[in-house]
T-cell receptor
Framework: AQSVSQHNHHVILSEAASLELGCNYSYGGTVNLFWYVQYPGQHLQLLLKYFSGDPLVKGIKGFEAEFIKSKFSFNLRKPSVQWSDTAEYFC??????????????FGTGTKLQVIP | DGGITQSPKYLFRKEGQNVTLSCEQN?????MYWYRQDPGQGLRLIYYSQIVNDFQKGDIAEGYSVSREKKESFPLTVTSAQKNPTAFYLCAFGGNTDTQYFGPGTRLTVL
């Protein structure tokens, strides 16, 4: 069965620090990759996604992620975090099997706390 | 509301009672999903439906039931057979290979 690993469960950073959250998955074939964010009291929403093409993907609010196929990774980055980035971040993977329902698997999430 | 609503926001239930969580979407999407979110465990798929009158079990369907009588509605019933029902429940719609759009969630507490 496929799995998605987010090794950082809780990250605390000061404002203006750089952020990198790790995401690794176990599926060996073609995948669609996502980062979702859940701000306090808000809906879970899409931050960015990768299907194909340039492995460096830019999302909302200055976030970006890099797909490294050889490492089965899709790490999320931001050069300078703000207090408003305090949230929980989820990596998600959909394997692109041929036919049938394509099941999405979510990571366990990383809680980011940014200190002013 | 982003096209999807869930009610109620908070729900309390006594042990042994069934309870139904509502999920409605107004964007005419075929596919809808129910997830359970527990601290440190991410989101786990309970049930999904790709079309009216059809639904499939996800990874943790035991103790839950759903119906899909109308395209816009996908209610989830948490039955008394669910051993650990206290959790945050999220409903979503969207393509099964693309972005999913989530509702605000229902926090269920069993007393």
């Amino acid at each position: 069965a496929q799995s998605v690993s987010q090794h950082n469960h809780h990250v605390i950073l000061s404002e203006a620090a750089s952020l990198e959250l790790g995401c690794n998955y176990s599926y060996g074939g073609t995948v669609n990759l996502f980062w979702y964010v859940q701000y306090p009291g808000q809906h879970l929403q899409l931050l960015l996604k990768y299907f194909s093409g340039d492995p460096l993907v830019k999302g909302i609010k200055g976030f970006e992620a890099e797909f490294i196929k050889s490492k089965f990774s899709f790490n999320l980055r931001k050069p300078s975090v703000q207090w408003s980035d305090t949230a929980e971040y989820f990596c998600a993977v959909i394997p692109m099997n041929s036919g049938g329902y394509q099941k999405v698997t979510f990571g366990t999430g990383t809680k980011l706390q940014v200190i002013p | 509301d982003g096209g999807i609503t869930q009610s109620p926001k908070y729900l309390f239930r006594k042990e042994g009672q069934n309870v139904t969580l509502s999920c409605e979407q107004n964007l005419n999407h075929d596919a809808m999903y129910w997830y359970r979110q527990d601290p440190g465990q991410g989101l786990r798929l309970i049930y999904y439906s790709q079309i009216v009158n059809d639904f499939q079990k996800g990874d943790i369907a035991e103790g839950y039931s759903v119906s899909r009588e109308k395209k816009e509605s996908f209610p989830l019933t948490v039955t008394s057979a669910q051993k650990n029902p206290t959790a945050f429940y999220l409903c979503a719609f969207g393509g099964n290979t693309d972005t999913q759009y989530f509702g605000p969630g229902t926090r269920l507490t069993v007393l």
